[in-house]
């Protein structure tokens, strides 16, 4: 299984929206709303953001969230704030009961 | 409260074998499952396999498929991820995490050095 292509990085001022993609295929981020995105900062363990595509869990901003069309995911951050500024990272359940990464997103808080 | 603490760091050699652990408490722990993810230095989450610790029902990713072994130990509460025999490449932070498609709660990560 090929991992999910996700830009390297983004970058965007504060107040502003951004938008990161993760593009798959129909045997994964196509096939299923199973997609989640996970939130980085250095040198600390992922935080889920979103799941099945739409989903925040409690206690996630607001000001994240995520939708799909057809085999590409999409993770929107409105109102950047400096604390946004991390690697963030989908995922997609797939056809063989496995789960996939995507390569990762370095988003820059200008 | 929900924790998941993982094993601590170790440094070992090519060819020697390790199992490192996962500890879940304040939930169930039969009832969800605990995924293993690789971050190798400097570079992205790698999904590595999961475990369903109440019936030990394994899956792999391809990528890891005979590299590997995921285990665990519902009486106590561990899941466990050991090689027999580690690679200089196999130098990188693991995490444990919970959930199969979603995993909303993460270990602190274990670091494993490999170096002759």
């Known amino acids: 299984q090929s991992a999910l292509t996700q830009p390297a990085s983004v970058s965007g001022s504060p107040g502003q929206s951004i938008t990161i993609s993760c593009t798959g295929s129909?045997?994964?981020?196509?096939?299923?709303?199973?997609v989640s995105w996970y939130q980085q900062h250095p040198g600390k363990a992922p935080k889920l953001m979103i799941y099945d595509v739409i989903n925040r869990p409690s206690g996630v901003s607001n000001r994240f969230s995520g939708s799909k069309s057809g085999n590409t995911a999409s993770l929107t951050i409105s109102g950047l704030q400096a604390e946004d500024e991390a690697d963030y990272y989908c995922?997609?359940?797939?056809?063989?009961?496995?789960?996939?990464f995507g390569g990762g997103t370095k988003l820059t808080v200008l | 409260e929900v924790q998941l603490v993982q094993s601590g760091a170790e440094v070992k050699k090519p060819g020697e074998s390790l199992k490192i652990s996962c500890k879940g408490s304040?939930?169930?722990?039969?009832?969800?499952?605990i995924a293993w993810v690789r971050q190798m230095p400097g570079k992205g989450l790698e999904w590595m396999g999961i475990i369903y610790p109440g019936d030990s029902e394994t899956r792999y990713s391809p990528s890891f498929q005979g590299h590997v072994t995921i285990s665990a130990d519902k009486s106590i509460s561990n899941a466990y991820l050991q090689w027999s025999s580690l690679k200089a490449s196999d130098t990188a932070m693991y995490y444990c995490a919970r959930g199969e498609v979603a995993s909303d709660y993460w270990g602190q990560g274990t670091l494993v050095t490999v170096s002759s």
């Open positions: 304040g939930y169930r722990f039969t009832n969800y499952w």
């Open positions: 129909s045997s994964d981020v196509g096939g299923y709303n199973y």
């Open positions: 995922t997609s359940y797939t056809s063989s009961s496995t789960v996939v």
